[in-house]
């Protein structure tokens, strides 16, 4: 039987006018949400954080079919099983993910589930992967962003974008695994595989750059630079065992503490110039890993010469090349024993009607992890 949903629905990607507390893209409506089909599973959603990618789809970086209910980093409790579904239940806290796996395509088959060619269609069709829409607005579809559109009350999504976790752990902090973490740690554990000893340097300190961070240190690197322009953010880099710099700095810092360049670079900004300067704190035989999605319009403008002459690797990171129901448990475990303290990515809790404020505190670039709690 369909229930109902009270959802952040935008109507245009891009062309939404700033301040966004004053001009209101993000409307809380009350949509029409159909049962769980084959597969499916409806969760009660009771946190969710605010996402770099969620203010892209506002501002036009990426843009997406609308109408759309945005959000894609949350948890919640599962309260009602479609056919077909395993190792679920009724009750079980689930950390839900921005990409599902079909298990068949090339990608898949090849262990890399986190480029899946299916799931990445659905997603930019705004559609669940087992097809169409679960969401209606008197009667039209409303699309599903990347097959979560957590921002709500109550979502419907594939068995295959949750992945069930502890029910002792607390809601908020369970949010910031789905995407900040996942994202951010992967990228310094698999992406670019750190070993111990390396030094790294992290460019961007938001959710996922602090996870990428937390992730580096974890891993058992010598040094690591974190890299921002913000005062709060410098300050809990280097109280995470790390090193805060802003990037006008950063030369002399590496100077200073690296003698030269890293062995490691991690941008997590979305922007092609801070890439170029990513990719120049590399040294010979570096591997740099990009995770930040810039607008599609911008180019990288490289030496093309350096990737071979001084044997760099670039490295695209989606979803920080994890596999979710292998890293999520790693990481929460990791987090119960202190080694990645991932509630510190959490700057403030909200509800759910205070999302347009919180677009505008992540475009000044002055929040880490906002979460909502319903
Ligand atoms: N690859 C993936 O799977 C994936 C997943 C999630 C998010 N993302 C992308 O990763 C990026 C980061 O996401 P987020 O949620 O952490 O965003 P965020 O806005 O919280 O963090 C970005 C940080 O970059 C800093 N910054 C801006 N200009 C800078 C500069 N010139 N030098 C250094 N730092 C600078 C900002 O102050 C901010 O702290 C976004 O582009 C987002 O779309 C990618
Ligand atoms: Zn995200
Ligand atoms: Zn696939």
Not at 55 to 64: E, I
Not at 96 to 109: A, I, K
Request: charge should be negative; proline fraction near 4%; glycine fraction near 14%.
């Amino acid at each position: 039987m369909g229930t109902t949903t009270r959802a952040a629905v935008l109507a245009q990607s891009g062309g939404n006018a700033k301040p966004y507390a004053e001009n209101a893209p993000l409307r809380f409506a009350e949509l029409d949400l159909d049962a769980p089909g084959q597969g499916e599973v409806r969760v009660a959603i009771d946190a969710a954080g605010l996402c770099h990618s969620d203010l892209s789809v506002v501002n036009g970086d990426r843009v997406r079919p609308m109408p759309m209910a945005l959000g894609h980093e949350g948890t919640g409790i599962v309260e009602a099983l479609g056919p077909g579904v395993t190792g679920l239940e009724v009750g079980d806290r689930v950390v839900l993910v921005f990409l599902p796996s079909c298990g068949r395509c090339t990608p898949c088959l090849s262990g890399e589930g986190y480029l899946c060619e299916t799931g990445a269609a659905a997603n930019g069709r705004g559609e669940l992967i087992g097809g169409g829409f679960r969401l209606h607005d008197c009667g039209s579809d409303v699309h599903h962003h990347l097959g979560v559109s957590c921002f709500a009350t109550h979502v419907v999504v594939d068995q295959r974008s949750t992945v069930k976790v502890d029910r002792d752990i607390p809601a908020e902090v369970a949010a910031v695994f789905g995407c900040a973490v996942l994202t951010g740690v992967g990228a310094a554990i698999n992406s670019a595989a750190i070993r111990a000893g390396e030094t790294v340097v992290v460019f961007g300190l938001g959710g996922v750059g602090l996870a990428a961070l937390m992730g580096a240190v974890a891993s058992g690197a010598a040094t690591v630079i974190g890299v921002d322009l913000a005062p709060n953010k410098i300050a809990l880099a280097d109280d995470l065992g790390a090193i805060g710099t802003t990037p006008d700095q950063l030369e002399a810092v590496m100077a200073e503490h690296l003698g030269g360049k890293a062995d490691v670079v991690i941008e997590t900004v979305g922007n092609a110039k801070v890439l170029a300067s990513a990719y120049t704190a590399a040294r010979r035989g570096g591997r740099v890993v990009t995770v930040g999605l810039p607008s599609p319009e911008q180019r990288l403008d490289l030496q093309a010469v350096s990737l071979v002459a001084e044997g760099k690797s670039l490295i695209g990171s989606y979803m920080g090349s994890s596999i979710p129901a292998r890293d999520i448990p790693r990481y929460v475990a990791m987090w119960k024993a202190g080694r990645l303290p991932v509630d510190r990515l959490i700057s403030s809790t909200h509800k759910l009607d205070d999302l347009n404020e919180m677009l505008d505190a992540m475009d000044r670039g002055e929040a880490i992890r906002q979460i909502i709690r319903f």
